[in-house]
């Protein structure tokens, strides 16, 4: 499992890609860069870090050979894995669908996976992960924490570094091996608003309240609206007002 540090880029996926492109990038190889400069997060969002205070962490998983239908199973089992391992330092961390982490409601950390597809297979992927862990000025995002701020002990960030490194890998190496419905059972477990009633926006910014009901196979979000019918949402079709 090949470790490289760096002090500082502007996105750890991107260096991984440029990697890849070469052909030098080898299975389960992880980049963790001490300051990244253009990280990005999903639908087009930049991820802001903070040197010293934020993990800015990539890792490419090649020989996935999932169907499409499954690809979800790599959003469920990733972001379940960071939940685990910042679930040591504090409680009330859950996932905001499709695959941010949150802290009482707040963001502390968010997912960018970039699969590569051949036929009806994700062969590989590449999964960037941005964690807020020691609290530092973010006056322009307010949902936003820190674990720092919810932690009952001192963090340091080589250590919390190694032990992400080491679940992610084990879930990774899981993913060909668990069932669907076995990931979505622990997924909908941990997922924020899971039967509460909480408003969302579409795309055209109308916004609606509505319930929701769980995931379908191929990690749709199911929401039950208030006229007690069930909308299927995919990616970027719905978000969330925290």
Known sequence: MPLIFLDKISSTNDYLKDLLSKGLLQDNTFVVAADQTEGRGQMGNNWLAHKGSSISLSVYKKHLNLSLEDQFKIAMSVSLAVRQVLALFSEELSVKWPNDILIKGKKVGGILIENKIQGNLVTSSVIGIGLNILKFPMPELTQATALSEHSKVAIKLGHLIEILVIQLDK????????????????????????????????????????????????????????????????????????
């Open 171 to 242: 879930s990774l190496s899981e993913i060909d091996h668990l069932p669907y419905l076995s990931l979505k059972f622990r997924y909908e477990n941990k997922l924020f608003g899971y039967g509460l009633l909480k408003t969302f926006q579409r795309p055209n910014k109308n916004s609606f309240q509505g319930t929701i009901r769980g995931i379908t196979s191929n990690g749709a979000l199911v929401i039950e609206n208030q006229a007690g019918l069930k909308e299927f949402f995919q990616f970027k079709e719905v978000k969330m007002i925290l």
